[in-house]
T-cell receptor
Framework: GESVGLHLPTLSVQEGDNSIINCAYS??????FIWYKQESGKGPQFIID?????DKRQGQRVTVLLNKTVKHLSLQIAATQPGDSAVYFC???????????FGPGTRLSVLP | KAGVTQTPRYLIKTRGQQVTLSCSPI?????VSWYQQTPGQGLQFLFE???????NKGNFPGRFSGRQFSNSRSEMNVSTLELGDSALYLC?????????????FGNGTRLTVT
């Protein structure tokens, strides 16, 4: 049959603005979440993680928010830079079971 | 610490051939996982090795196999190559393996099957 490309949500932001990338998960038992960034031609790179006993964690220019009630995460990038252009993946812990499933990711494009 | 190293970086093979890809994990990491990444299917898990034993396996045909050596280095092999095997193959290592431990990825081997 015909091969259909993976639908990748995209987000375009102006350089210097803040970016918010959202992620929904399905398993309410998930208790550990990791964000990865994949730049063109490179493997995914670990950005930040968060455990379910927290609802917010901050790194350098990045903040992850976790809302377990609605099973939603967001990754906030402050003062977005051209080097932030990449595909971002969120991976819940249950995805580290038998199948290690990554979703399609979100493509972030930073406009000059 | 040196990162995850994958060799070769690029590879071109013909249908029906077989190929072996190599991965050196971060020093001290005992878990090595392999992934296939294509535009159509995204990142798909192939298998994971921990202390020389295959611990998890994804949904790929038996043509895809792997192994891990006592120094944690890993190889994956694809036999009887098909055009659809063209992809970026990524290796990742982690300290504990699996649950609650981030994966550290290499930059992959780009395999083209003609």
């Amino acid at each position: 049959g015909e091969s259909v490309g993976l639908h990748l949500p995209t987000l375009s932001v102006q350089e210097g603005d803040n970016s918010i990338i959202n992620c929904a998960y399905s398993n309410s038992a998930s208790d550990y979440f990791i964000w990865y960034k994949q730049e063109s031609g490179k493997g995914p790179q670990f950005i930040i993680d968060i455990r379910s006993n927290m609802d917010k964690r901050q790194g350098q220019r990045v903040t992850v928010l976790l809302n377990k009630t609605v099973k939603h995460l967001s990754l906030q990038i402050a003062a977005t830079q051209p080097g932030d252009s990449a595909v971002y993946f969120c991976v819940p812990e249950d995805n580290y079971g038998q199948n290690f499933v990554f979703g399609p990711g979100t493509r972030l494009s930073v406009l000059p | 610490k040196a990162g995850v190293t994958q060799t070769p970086r690029y590879l071109i093979k013909t249908r029906g051939q077989q190929v072996t890809l190599s991965c050196s994990p971060i020093s001290g990491h005992r878990s090595v996982s392999w992934y296939q990444q294509t535009p159509g299917q995204g990142l798909q898990f192939l298998f994971e090795y921990f202390s020389e034993t295959q611990r998890n396996k994804g949904n790929f045909p038996g043509r895809f196999s792997g192994r891990q050596f006592s120094n944690s280095r890993s190889e994956m092999n694809v036999s009887t190559l098909e055009l659809g095997d063209s992809a970026l193959y990524l290796c990742a290592s982690s300290a504990e393996g699996g649950v609650a431990s981030p994966l550290h990825f290499g930059n992959g081997t780009r395999l083209t099957v003609t």
